[in-house]
């Protein structure tokens, strides 16, 4: 067969596999994937030649730099520490202690080989961790730091295997040397990586201001980017291309993006285009691994030194090695964080433990790395046991989706869809299931059947997040007043779901929450207050100001009976806000104007300061206070912020036609997202094709309602 044939047919089976996977939802598309692999090779005798090269290069490359593109910002910040040790660590520690119980249990595979074997398995899928993690109901800071975890562990890994391999060709190994490269090849990679990713950044933006806007030059351009630094890397400096594009990747996702601004839909294009890429990528390399695994099973079954069944029972007990290694692991690392005084982290839980153990799915990373393995050493040679390495690997990667599959929703007693890179086509950022809470986190639903009200909850929070997404320096006013407005939606329909014993504490929270805020602003004025920088009316003003807002929520408990909870929770809201704004409402009158407004400002910070820190603490994560209030609130000091910043900095032009025209443009989005959210719903049968034609109604007159409204605006 030639190669352009084997492309065809591998990628006509990636379409298979995930058609299949619609109708056989309780299996992950990886192992129906392998499956049809191997039915290839055994009916059809087919065989895909491969080369460690282009092998590398073609997979393991653009892999990783997507993950890195992807994975959350906030989070990979402020885990960097833990992060990183885990990936070296705990890799290391798979790698010793692993290399040694494959040694013992395969005696005629050399120690370094196993060594490569260990370190090579140790790398985690990073979506199917984060899409199992995050189902399986993790705290945040193991479900981030395993995740974390996961997208660095695939340099380390593969450098150790790299190591490993070299090791068991050339029979030479240093310590010393191997430190000193080591080293080298890390850094240097990571420089290549970090340097190359700003200058193509650099390029395309340049590019963009010369007017060179072809949206399929700038796709390809992206698409060509981890190719480039990898080679560049290999190549040129000598180094690890795996930490380059994995460094590139992170740089991708930390650098400013407005240059997106000369070109709305490249994101859109360059988004979906990785999406098929990837999808591909990932679905051939485990196709791959199907049609290899006859190979290593053929050879082990015809070698009169092994047994099919010892190979069989190998694979068990080395990733019954690794899977206890892993939850040690993580009860050692929630101890640490639960005995730090300075941490506020969960107490340790074996259960947790296990799940985390059970999330390290292994996935193409381990798969790419072995069938890289050479077939000859220096000496001509064949390499000892390389069908043996070859069934363990494929075996410790089966076996961990099944273990996955069976025993996570045993343990949490409810469904979990089990995913890996490339098993979901729709790869946008509004079909993600989690992200940060201040920046309105959404998760996927949790029940099948959803009824209409959560189901339309469910599309306004990824429009929400869509919205977030596309938030700049220039556009930030028009990005909290739409966020507003879909807050006050999803909040009437919340409200209307809930029975009156369920509202009661609904709105004591709320109550909590905001006198929290308030008591930010208080302390923030007195601040300033005490520091000289406003002057006593202004105070005296502020001080009024906020005594009423505070009387309010006193008053406001005991009218909490009878039909009229649903009146007081709109009359809250909307008496707050009034008061708040009273000061922007009446800003041209009196000579404290710009005092005034800078005092709003500055106050509107100490709200949001004060939340942060008051949900930080132990009382407020045990009483799980509802994380769409929490950002309802923020969105309201937020856009306190922002509408003073406008007034601070309107001068002769007119900013209403440019806010007109961002929220126009944002408006569409977010019904994009909607629609999308609908699609993803359907497919993965939350909802009826009823519902999703009722649902898709609402968007249709709410895009009629803006096309009438430009219409009527253009005569």
Not at 195 to 210: D, E, K, N, S, T
Not at 500 to 524: H, I, S, T, W, Y
Not at 544 to 552: D, E, F, V, W, Y
Not at 618 to 645: D, F, G, M, P, S
Request: hydrophobic share 45%; aromatic share 8%; proline share 4%.
């Amino acid at each position: 067969m030639t190669m352009l044939e084997a492309i065809i047919i591998l990628i006509c089976l990636v379409l298979v596999s995930n058609i299949i996977s619609h109708y056989l939802t309780f299996l992950p598309v990886s192992l129906l994937q392998i499956a049809l692999g191997l039915l290839l090779a055994l009916v059809f005798k087919v065989q895909i030649p491969l080369r460690t090269d282009w092998f590398m290069l073609l997979f393991i490359a653009p892999l990783l730099f997507n993950d890195g593109r992807h994975f959350p910002k906030a989070e990979l910040w402020a885990l960097r520490g833990p992060i990183i040790a885990n990936a070296i660590f705990l890799v290391l520690a798979t790698t010793i202690v692993g290399g040694y119980v494959i040694h013992w249990l395969v005696p005629d595979l050399p120690l370094a080989a196993s060594f490569a074997l260990a370190a090579i398995i140790s790398p985690t899928d990073p979506v199917a961790v984060q899409s199992i993690s995050s189902q399986a109901k993790l705290p945040d800071g193991v479900l981030h730091l395993v995740s974390g975890e996961s997208l660095i562990n695939d340099a380390s890994g593969l450098i150790g295997f790299k190591y490993g391999i070299a090791a068991t060709v050339t029979g030479l190994f240093s310590w010393q040397h191997a430190t000193t490269d080591f080293f080298y090849i890390a850094l240097v990679g990571a420089v290549v990586g970090v340097v190359l990713m700003y200058l193509i950044r650099g390029l395309q933006a340049f590019l963009l201001q010369q007017g060179i806007s072809d949206v399929v030059l700038h796709t390809v351009l992206q698409l060509v980017t981890p190719f480039i630094i990898y080679l560049v890397a290999e190549e040129g400096a000598h180094a690890s291309g795996v930490i380059a594009v994995v460094a590139a990747g992170i740089v991708y996702n930390f650098s400013n993006q407005n240059y997106a601004g000369y070109l709305p839909e490249l994101k859109i294009v360059t988004e979906r285009t990785w999406d098929i890429a990837i999808y591909l990528l990932n679905g051939v390399v485990f196709i791959i691994l199907g049609i290899e695994l006859p190979v290593a099973m053929t050879q082990t079954i015809r070698n009169p030194n092994d047994s099919t069944p010892v190979a069989i029972l190998d694979v068990i007990l080395v990733w019954l090695a690794i899977f206890a290694l892993r939850v040690i692991w993580t009860l050692g690392n929630m101890l640490f964080h639960y005995l730090n005084p300075s941490k506020d982290d969960v107490r340790p839980s074996i259960g947790v433990a296990l799940l985390s153990g059970l999330s390290g799915v292994r996935g193409a990373i381990t798969m790419a790395g072995v069938l890289s393995v050479p077939y000859y050493v220096a000496s001509g040679a064949p390499f000892p046991e390389r069908s043996i390495m070859l069934f363990i690997a494929a075996g410790v990667i089966i076996l961990s989706l099944l273990m996955a599959v069976i025993f996570i929703p045993l343990i949490t007693k409810s469904k979990v869809s089990i995913m890996t890179r490339g098993s979901d086509l729709g790869g946008d950022d509004e079909l993600q299931s989690q992200e940060n809470m201040a920046q309105g986190m959404v998760e996927k639903p949790s029940e099948k059947e959803l009824p209409e009200v959560k189901a339309r909850i469910y599309t306004m929070q990824l429009a929400v997040r869509r919205i977030e997404s596309e938030r700049h320096t220039s556009n930030q006013r028009a990005v909290y007043d739409l966020i507003s407005e879909y807050q006050e939606m999803i909040r009437q329909l919340q409200v209307a779901n809930r029975t009156e014993e369920q509202l009661v504490p609904f709105l004591e929270d709320e109550l909590k929450l905001r006198q929290v805020g308030l008591n930010g602003e208080a302390q923030v004025l007195d601040q300033l207050w005490q520091e000289g920088k406003i002057q006593g009316r202004t105070y005296s003003y502020f001080q009024k100001n906020l005594a009423r807002r505070r009387q309010m929520l006193i008053n406001l408990p005991k009218q909490l009976n009878g039909s009229h909870i649903l009146v007081q929770i709109g009359h809250l809201r909307h008496n707050l806000n009034r008061l708040r704004y009273q000061v922007i409402a009446h800003r041209q009158k009196g000579p404290f104007y710009n005092e005034r407004l800078y005092v709003e400002k500055e106050c509107a910070k100490g709200g949001i300061k004060a939340l942060s820190t008051f949900l930080k603490t132990t009382a407020a994560k045990k009483h799980r206070y509802n994380r769409q209030l929490i950002y309802q609130i923020i969105v309201n000091y937020r856009n306190q912020i922002e509408q003073i910043k406008q007034m601070n900095h309107a001068q002769g032009h007119s900013p209403r036609v440019t806010y007109d025209r961002q929220m126009r443009e944002l408006r569409l989005k977010a019904l994009a997202a909607e629609r999308t959210g609908i699609q993803n719903m359907l497919e993965e049968r939350y909802i009826s094709w009823q519902l999703a034609a009722k649902l898709r109604q609402y968007v249709n007159y709410s895009e009629n309602a803006l096309l009438l409204a430009d219409n009527v605006e253009d005569n």
